[in-house]
C-alpha cells in the first residue's frame, strides 16, 4: 500500500513538471484577455526615421510639368561583352532622411518628414506642391530600406526586408522559420533605436495573449529581435564541453599510464 501511494505521487509530479513546461510552449495563450478587450486597437503605420532610404514619385497628367520633381540618377551596367564601352540606365531619386530628420526635395527645399508617416509625408508634399502645378497631383512615398533582424534561437536568423512596410513579432519569426526547440517564448528580447538615437532593450512573453495589445507587437524598421537560448540549450552545451574535457583528460591519463609502465619495467 505505501509502495502505490509513492508510485501515485511521483507519476502526479511527473504529470504536473510536464504540464508546467508545456504552459511555457504554445504562443498567445488566454485568448480571451484579447477577445473581451473593450477598447479599439488603431491601426499600425511606421513612421519615417533618420536614415530611412525614401522613394518619392509625383504624378500628373501632364508629364513635362511633374518632371522636375521626379529625379533621376545613372546607374552604371558594364556591358556583357568584353572590350565594349560601359553604359548606364537611369533610375529614380531616393532620399535618405538626415539626423535631424530632414530630406532636400528639388524646387521645395528641405522638408522635414521625420516621425510623420507614409501618408501624412505625401500630404504635406501634395500640399506644398500646389502652387507649382495646375492640378493635384498623385504623390506615392515608399521607405526603400524597411529591414528587421531576428537572431537567436530561429531556425533561419537573419536580415529580411519587409516590402508592405508593415510587420508584427509573429511574422517576423515566421520569416526566420520559427523559434527552435530551445528558444524561449517567455522571453524573447526586443532591440530598438527611436528616432533620438535612445536604444532600449523590451522582453517579449509570446505566451500571452496581451502581447497583441503590446505598443511593441509591430516592429519598426531596423528593429532587432533575439530568441533567447532556454535551459536545455545551455545544458546540452555544457554537456558536450565536459564530455570533450572528459575525453581529453582521459587520453592524457592513457598516455602519463603507458609512458609509466614502460619506464618501470
Known sequence: MRFAKIAFLAVA???TAGC???KQVPYLQNPEVVNNYGKEIPLYDAKI???DLLSITVNTTDALASAPFNLTVQTSINAAQ??????SSPSLQQYLVDNEGEIDFPVLGRLKVGGLTK?????MIREKLTPYLKETPIVNVRMAN?????LGEVASPGTFTVSNE???VLEALAMAGDMTVYGMRTNVKLIREDADGKREIKELDLTQSDLILSPYFYLRQNDILYVTPNKAKAKSSDIGSTTSLWFSATSI??????LLVNILR
Open 13 to 15: 509530479l511527473t504529470l
Open 20 to 22: 508546467t513546461s508545456y
Open 49 to 51: 526615421m533618420p536614415k
Open 82 to 87: 568584353e572590350n565594349t564601352n560601359t553604359t
Open 119 to 123: 501618408t501624412e509625408t505625401e500630404n
Open 146 to 150: 524597411y529591414k528587421i533582424s531576428v
Open 166 to 168: 508593415k510587420v508584427n
Open 253 to 258: 591519463l592513457v598516455s602519463i599510464a603507458s
